[in-house]
């Protein structure tokens, strides 16, 4: 399973950047909101950190497929790794099937049921997401949806990749895994809670004083 980081942060995708461990980026309308810039400047600067997908979305008061086809192919403009964020709607699914015979790459995102992520795929959506944490709040197990998507993907060999968005925990990043999920997306907070244990820690603390103890500090 590869990892996407869902920011609008440059600062954490630098930082997970460093590590070596994402391979794309996903941004929403709430994460752009929260940073307060630009978008078009913010997911310029995040090509030139991240070389692979980043979703950039297509604006949260665009509802009709005209308005997202034209803020599709801006979006796409930016940078040849962009990849447009559109949300399920039949508008949305428009939008999919146009931008995708054009060559740009789709990511149809707000995906709560298998046929919702089915429909998009033969839109010719290159990515769908499903949300597990938004799932989970209204206790349905997100999880569930993501092994049934990557079920019915495999029976139809469809060329879709799935992103398990609304990640909020360690523990739905090994539940994806499991399910073969393609891509999880997840926030900094939760690839920093992914490297930390706290045998580690306590490991690590141990080594410092038994050195310590014999060649002194350094
Ligand atoms: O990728 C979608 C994600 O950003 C939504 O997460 O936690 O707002 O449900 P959340």
Redesign the pocket.
Same mark, same amino acid.
């Given at each position: 399973m590869k990892f996407f980081i869902?920011t609008a942060n440059v600062e954490e995708i630098r930082r997970a950047a460093a590590c070596g461990i994402i391979s794309g980026v996903?941004t929403?309308p !709430?994460?752009i909101a929260k940073e307060g810039r630009d978008y078009a400047t913010v997911l310029k600067e995040i090509t030139e950190i991240v070389d692979g997908p980043i979703s950039g979305e297509v604006e949260a008061t665009t509802t009709d497929a005209e308005g997202m086809i034209r803020e599709g192919r801006e979006i796409a403009a930016i940078h040849k790794n962009m990849v447009v964020k559109i949300p399920m709607t039949e508008e949305g699914l428009i939008a999919c099937h146009t931008l995708s015979q054009e060559g740009i790459k789709v990511n149809v995102?707000l995906i709560f049921s298998a046929n919702q992520a089915l429909l998009a795929a033969r839109a010719g959506a290159a990515y769908v !997401?499903p949300?597990l944490?938004?799932l989970d709040?209204i206790s349905y197990p997100g999880i569930d949806l993501v092994r049934t998507i990557e079920e019915i993907f495999m029976n139809y060999n469809l060329n879709c990749e799935v992103i398990c968005?609304?990640?909020?925990n360690p523990i739905h990043i090994t539940d994806c895994a499991l399910a073969g999920a393609d891509i999880a997306?997840v926030?900094y907070k939760v690839l920093k809670q992914m490297m930390l244990h706290p045998l580690t820690d306590a490991g690590i603390e141990k080594f410092a004083a038994d050195y310590q103890k014999v060649f002194g500090k350094e």
């Open positions: 869902d996903t929403n !709430s994460l995102t !997401s949300f944490g938004r709040d968005a609304s990640v909020r997306t926030p």
